[in-house]
């Protein structure tokens, strides 16, 4: 270091002494140590300081760190620049060169029993730790990283003690504020009434939080022109009125927060309300906060919320946002709660129809809640057990429940609702007699439409009587085997005939073990497949309403600036999409969905498939088409045909991975009897469809569960376990099948047959390019649904296609209309109503106007009910503008004279 000329003269700092060359630079508390009058300092002038000194006061001086040096037993305070801040207003420059204990008598109850170790050699650490420090002129919560380190002599006696320092006020009040907003939005999250949701909301700023001392909040009733007290926390009950009228005046101005829409910081409340409780703090608060709370989607407030402002804490603008956030978060509770008050009862009559259903199912059947309690049961288990639903609710069914299986019963059932997925067990149930049967139990997570897990929905088969007969078939094949062992032993000429017997009758167990797997899967589908076709009809009626309006709404601000808005809107199409194409995979698995086969060339539409094959790969796959010419025409519905070989694609490209050869061929194929029950059971001509990958292949494990439905062995939300059950069902309700040969780590192919049509076979054409130029372009249509959001949706879409929409609730008001003078060109009528059905108003409504064409829309699943019922004359939910557009337009054109069954059985 250069040494300091003396000959040099600075205004107010005098020329430093070579012994003083350490508060050379140091910024400028450097400059003020050498200005600064040490005489009546415990430790002297700085000449004069110990060479320790020294040196831990230039290392201070000349870091950008926080320092403080406390030197003697009298901790004598020397700090750098960047510790100044620490010492507020109200304590530097005082603290330079004065008692520890003077400067810091507030806390010297906390850092002098830690200073007092210094002098034994010990180190100290602390890690956020509270020092409530008077240095703006009050008593302020501050958090400090800090250590404590002694400074030795040569001679290695302990001087004085260093000290780093970090002050984490600012890290540790954001990181309680946002664990406070945390808890808010948990406890806010599930949807439930307004009062019970705002007062768990004060429950969670009551739980020991110093940020908010007390919280009160008022709501507006239902007239709009009192505000009434919800809840509080914090406050006695005499400090504030249960109600307070909206144009008045209140001693915490929450009706005038609430009319502006502006907050207001209330000063001195102990002039008010005397003295109110500080929290945390010693303190009594004088300070709140009152903000609105704001009703979402309008600028105006639905409400006002009081909240008290820590006495040790100065409201900055980090603390007025956050508590912006608390008053945010109250008005997105209540803002759910009443849009899920408004959806309750759509919900209760959804679920009353899926207890109809479920009643009049030949299974029996369990629900439970999302705390794994069963909250009901349909008939079919209560007539197996002998029991009320009383009885059963809660943990009442396990009465029935055989001692020995009820611990294996717990620990599946627990282990499946924990990690949320499907489970099947085995166990014994006492039936209303008294005789234990063996059922077959299975249960899958149940989830609302916001994606909240609600609980379970469980099935249970009585398998009794086919474990009595594998039970008869386990003995038989013992038998056979200790008989066969015994004559090897006896009669050695006649062991090859025995051994011929004895693999024969091994082939009859085996398969009649395999005919009792294929009747229990059958049984499982059947039951899956009545289940998903009873809630289809709901679940596309609301899918009908949701697209309706969301095309509406996107035609109408199709011009909008507002790009998040629109986002939004395709975005909810696209989920009610998604909706709609999961409903369509559960119903082809369980096949139910309604097929309309055509006479239809797979080589040309694998051909113009390759592209779409192509990006659905991505590039680093190789696809390669066989198409073999002169393949026979199939006879199938075309619109599955692409799904058939995309869900194919995805599957092999899954199983490939990095990279690999995709092979989709066409070829003839004549077939015997089947070898298994998912290939064709009919003998003869199939078109076939073949797709191969050099993919991982299967196990023969995995091979026998293939076709199960939700059985996938990609891992969560990589499959949703339907591709190759939905193509099985679309092959079986095609009168086709499909066949898997696969080989681990070879790849897999995958042999999809079709019936080969005939030339009268498929008699329905698609209409012409001039007979659709010919379509009418207008017409009166009457809108015949019990549904009122379909029926607004459906005339909405017709009025928007230039028709006119008459608007009926029930096949009597329909009568009604068709008898009066309005004259109505085509019916479109809802097929499942409550009352009188669609099929029987159609049928009285023809009666009386033999001309008028029927439209049926459904969103009913079941194929067998609508299998009378040409698809001419039929319009799916959910449905778009121009589906019901062409759909009124060929009515119109195909008008037939004549009964409703004539009508029905003209092409």
Same mark, same amino acid.
């Given at each position: 270091?250069t040494e300091p000329r003396s000959d040099i003269k600075t205004v107010g700092i005098r020329p430093l002494e070579p012994s003083?060359?350490?508060?050379?630079?140091?910024? +400028?508390?450097?400059?003020?140590?050498?200005?600064?009058?040490?005489?009546?300092?415990?430790?002297?002038?700085?000449?004069?300081?110990?060479?320790?000194?020294?040196?831990?006061?230039?290392?201070?001086?000349?870091?950008? @760190?926080?320092?403080?040096?406390?030197?003697?037993? +009298?901790?004598?305070?020397?700090?750098?620049?960047?510790?100044? *801040?620490?010492?507020?207003?109200?304590?530097?420059?005082?603290?330079?060169?004065?008692?520890?204990?003077?400067?810091?008598?507030?806390?010297?109850?906390?850092?002098?029993?830690?200073?007092? /170790? $210094?002098?034994?050699?010990?180190?100290?650490?602390?890690?956020?730790?509270?020092?409530?420090?008077?240095?703006?002129?009050?008593? #302020?919560?501050?958090?400090?990283?800090?250590?404590?380190?002694?400074?030795?002599?040569?001679?290695?006696?302990?001087?004085?003690?260093?000290?780093?320092?970090?002050?984490?006020?600012?890290?540790?009040?954001?990181?309680?504020?946002?664990?406070?907003?945390?808890?808010?939005?948990?406890?806010?999250?599930?949807?439930?009434?307004?009062?019970?949701?705002?007062?768990?909301?004060?429950?969670?700023?009551?739980?020991?939080?110093?940020?908010?001392?007390?919280?009160?909040?008022?709501?507006?009733?239902?007239?709009?022109?009192?505000?009434?007290?919800?809840?509080?926390?914090?406050?006695?009950?005499?400090?504030?009125?249960?109600?307070?009228?909206?144009?008045?005046?209140?001693?915490?101005?929450?009706?005038?927060?609430?009319?502006?829409?502006?907050? &207001?910081?209330?000063?001195?409340?102990?002039?008010? @309300?005397?003295?109110?409780?500080?929290?945390?703090?010693? #303190?009594?608060?004088?300070?709140?906060?009152?903000?609105?709370?704001?009703?979402?989607?309008?600028?105006?407030?639905?409400?006002?919320?009081?909240?008290?402002?820590? *006495?040790?804490?100065?409201?900055?603008?980090?603390?007025?946002?956050?508590?912006?956030?608390?008053?945010?978060?109250?008005?997105?509770?209540? /803002?759910?709660?009443?849009?899920?008050?408004?959806?309750?009862?759509?919900?209760?009559?959804? +679920?009353?129809?899926?207890?109809?259903?479920?009643?009049?199912?030949?299974?029996?059947?369990?629900?439970?809640?999302?705390?794994?309690?069963?909250?009901?049961?349909?008939?079919?288990?209560?007539?197996?057990?002998?029991r009320t639903l009383e009885q059963e609710l809660g943990q009442g069914w396990t009465d029935n429940v055989h001692p020995e299986?009820?611990?294996?019963?717990?620990?599946?059932?627990?282990?499946?609702?924990?990690?949320?997925?499907?489970?099947?067990?085995?166990?014994?149930?006492?039936?209303?007699? %008294?005789?234990?049967?063996?059922?077959?139990?299975?249960?899958?997570?149940?989830?609302? #439409?916001?994606?909240?897990? $609600?609980?379970?929905? %469980?099935?249970?088969?009585?398998?009794?009587?086919?474990?009595?007969?594998?039970?008869?078939?386990?003995?038989?094949?013992?038998?056979?085997?200790?008989?066969?062992?015994? !004559?090897?032993?006896?009669?050695?000429?006649?062991?090859?005939?025995?051994?011929?017997?004895?693999?024969?009758?091994?082939?009859?167990?085996?398969?009649?073990?395999?005919?009792?797997? #294929?009747?229990?899967?059958?049984?499982?589908?059947?039951?899956?497949?009545?289940?998903?076709?009873?809630?289809?009809?709901?679940?596309?009626?609301?899918?009908?309403?949701?697209?309706?309006?969301?095309?509406?709404?996107?035609?109408?601000?199709?011009?909008?600036?507002?790009?998040?808005?629109?986002?939004?809107?395709?975005?909810?199409?696209?989920?009610?999409?998604?909706?709609?194409?999961?409903?369509?995979?559960?119903?082809?698995?369980?096949?139910? =969905?309604?097929?309309?086969?055509?006479?239809?060339?797979?080589?040309?539409?694998?051909?113009?498939?390759?592209?779409?094959?192509?990006?659905?790969?991505?590039?680093?796959?190789?696809?390669?088409?066989?198409?073999?010419?002169?393949?026979?025409?199939?006879?199938?519905?075309?619109?599955?045909?692409?799904?058939?070989?995309?869900?194919?694609?995805?599957?092999?490209?899954?199983?490939? =991975? !990095?990279?690999?050869?995709?092979?989709?061929?066409?070829?003839?194929?004549?077939?015997?009897?089947?070898?298994?029950?998912?290939?064709?059971?009919?003998?003869?001509?199939?078109?076939?469809?073949?797709? /191969?990958?050099?993919?991982?292949?299967?196990?023969?494990?995995?091979?026998?569960?293939?076709?199960? *439905?939700? @059985?996938?062995?990609?891992?969560?939300?990589?499959g949703s376990g339907l591709g190759l059950s939905q193509v099985l069902g679309f092959a079986k309700q095609s009168e086709g099948?499909?066949? $898997?040969?696969?080989?681990?780590?070879?790849?897999?192919?995958?042999?999809?047959?079709?019936?080969?049509?005939? *030339?009268?076979?498929?008699?329905?054409?698609?209409?012409?390019?001039?007979?659709?130029?010919?379509?009418?372009?207008?017409?009166?249509?009457?809108?015949?649904?019990?549904?009122?959001?379909?029926?607004?949706?459906?005339?909405?879409?017709?009025?928007?296609?230039?028709?006119?929409?008459?608007?009926?609730?029930?096949?009597?008001?329909?009568?009604?209309?068709?008898?009066?003078? =309005?004259?109505?060109? &085509?019916?479109?009528?809802?097929?499942?109503?409550?009352?009188?059905?669609?099929?029987?108003?159609?049928?009285?409504?023809?009666?009386?106007?033999?001309?008028?064409?029927?439209?049926?829309?459904?969103?009913?699943?079941?194929?067998?009910?609508?299998?009378?019922?040409?698809?001419?004359?039929?319009?799916?939910?959910?449905?778009?503008?121009?589906?019901?557009?062409?759909?009124?337009?060929?009515?119109?054109?195909?008008?037939?004279?004549?009964?409703?069954?004539? !009508?029905?059985?003209?092409?």
């Open positions: 270091m003083c060359a350490f508060l050379a630079g140091g910024g +400028e508390m450097g400059a003020l140590m050498r200005t600064h009058d040490w005489s009546g300092s415990p430790i002297g002038p700085p000449e004069q300081w110990p060479d320790a000194l020294k040196m831990a006061v230039s290392i201070c001086l000349n870091s950008r @760190f926080p320092m403080l040096l406390g030197w003697g037993p +009298e901790f004598v305070m020397l700090y750098n620049d960047a510790y100044r *801040p620490i010492l507020g207003t109200t304590k530097h420059p005082a603290s330079l060169g004065s008692r520890g204990r003077d400067i810091m008598p507030e806390i010297w109850t906390i850092i002098g029993p830690q200073l007092a /170790s $210094i002098w034994r050699g010990e180190a100290t650490w602390s890690h956020d730790l509270l020092l409530p420090l008077n240095r703006n002129n009050y008593i #302020e919560e501050a958090y400090f990283t800090y250590s404590y380190s002694p400074i030795k002599h040569a001679d290695g006696r302990i001087g004085g003690v260093f000290t780093a320092v970090t002050e984490t006020t600012d890290r540790v009040l954001s990181e309680r504020r946002l664990r406070i907003l945390r808890e808010l939005a948990s406890c806010t999250a599930e949807v439930r009434g307004v009062e019970s949701a705002c007062q768990d909301a004060i429950h969670v700023l009551g739980a020991y939080n110093p940020d908010i001392p007390f919280a009160l909040l008022y709501l507006l009733d239902e007239a709009g022109d009192r505000l009434r007290a919800i809840d509080s926390t914090g406050l006695p009950y005499d400090a504030y009125a249960a109600e307070v009228a909206l144009q008045g005046d209140d001693p915490w101005s929450v009706s005038r927060v609430v009319r502006t829409g502006e907050p &207001v910081l209330l000063h001195d409340l102990s002039a008010s @309300f005397g003295v109110l409780p500080g929290g945390t703090a010693p #303190e009594p608060t004088s300070r709140a906060l009152v903000l609105p709370v704001a009703r979402l989607g309008t600028a105006a407030s639905t409400g006002a919320l009081v909240l008290g402002i820590n *006495p040790r804490r100065a409201l900055d603008d980090d603390y007025r946002g956050f508590f912006e956030l608390v008053a945010g978060h109250f008005a997105t509770a209540i /803002s759910n709660a009443r849009a899920y008050s408004k959806s309750i009862d759509a919900l209760r009559l959804s +679920e009353a129809r899926f207890r109809d259903f479920a009643d009049s199912a030949p299974v029996m059947i369990w629900v439970s809640d999302a705390n794994a309690v069963c909250s009901w049961f349909n008939r079919a288990w209560l007539a197996f057990t002998g299986d009820w611990e294996r019963w717990q620990k599946t059932y627990r282990s499946a609702f924990e990690q949320r997925e499907p489970f099947r067990m085995g166990c014994r149930l006492r039936r209303h007699d %008294g005789e234990w049967r063996h059922l077959d139990n299975t249960g899958v997570p149940h989830y609302a #439409e916001d994606g909240a897990f $609600i609980g379970y929905i %469980g099935s249970c088969t009585d398998v009794t009587d086919v474990r009595r007969w594998e039970a008869a078939l386990r003995r038989s094949r013992e038998e056979a085997l200790r008989l066969n062992e015994t !004559l090897e032993q006896r009669v050695e000429e006649r062991t090859k005939d025995l051994a011929a017997a004895n693999r024969q009758l091994l082939a009859e167990i085996e398969e009649r073990e395999k005919v009792a797997s #294929e009747l229990r899967q059958m049984q499982r589908l059947d039951a899956i497949g009545q289940l998903t076709s009873g809630v289809a009809h709901d679940f596309n009626n609301l899918l009908t309403v949701i697209l309706g309006n969301v095309s509406y709404l996107e035609k109408t601000w199709a011009q909008s600036d507002d790009a998040k808005l629109l986002r939004r809107l395709s975005h909810t199409r696209q989920a009610a999409e998604r909706g709609a194409k999961l409903i369509a995979q559960l119903l082809a698995f369980s096949r139910r =969905q309604r097929l309309e086969p055509r006479t239809v060339n797979l080589n040309d539409t694998v051909g113009k498939m390759r592209d779409l094959l192509q990006s659905t790969m991505g590039g680093s796959f190789e696809i390669e088409t066989i198409l073999t010419p002169g393949v026979w025409p199939a006879l199938v519905d075309p619109t599955q045909i692409e799904l058939v070989v995309l869900n194919l694609a995805i599957n092999a490209r899954d199983a490939m =991975q !990095l990279g690999g050869r995709l092979t989709v061929a066409t070829a003839n194929a004549s077939l015997g009897e089947p070898l298994r029950s998912e290939e064709p059971q009919k003998p003869g001509d199939y078109v076939m469809l073949t797709v /191969s990958d050099t993919g991982s292949g299967m196990t023969e494990e995995v091979l026998a569960k293939a076709f199960e *439905p939700f @059985f996938t062995t990609k891992r969560v939300g990589k099948g499909v066949q $898997i040969e696969t080989k681990l780590g070879e790849g897999t192919t995958v042999r999809v047959y079709f019936p080969r049509s005939t *030339p009268s076979s498929d008699d329905r054409r698609p209409l012409s390019a001039e007979a659709l130029a010919a379509l009418p372009r207008s017409a009166v249509v009457l809108i015949v649904d019990d549904d009122e959001h379909v029926r607004h949706v459906t005339a909405t879409m017709l009025e928007a296609i230039g028709h006119t929409a008459i608007e009926a609730g029930s096949g009597g008001a329909a009568l009604e209309i068709l008898a009066g003078k =309005q004259k109505i060109d &085509v019916a479109l009528i809802d097929f499942a109503m409550p009352g009188m059905s669609g099929v029987d108003l159609a049928r009285e409504a023809r009666l009386r106007l033999p001309a008028l064409p029927i439209v049926f829309i459904t969103g009913y699943a079941d194929s067998t009910v609508l299998a009378s019922i040409r698809h001419e004359h039929i319009l799916r939910k959910p449905f778009l503008e121009h589906d019901l557009d062409l759909k009124i337009r060929a009515a119109l054109l195909h008008k037939h004279v004549g009964t409703l069954d004539e !009508l029905m059985s003209l092409g």
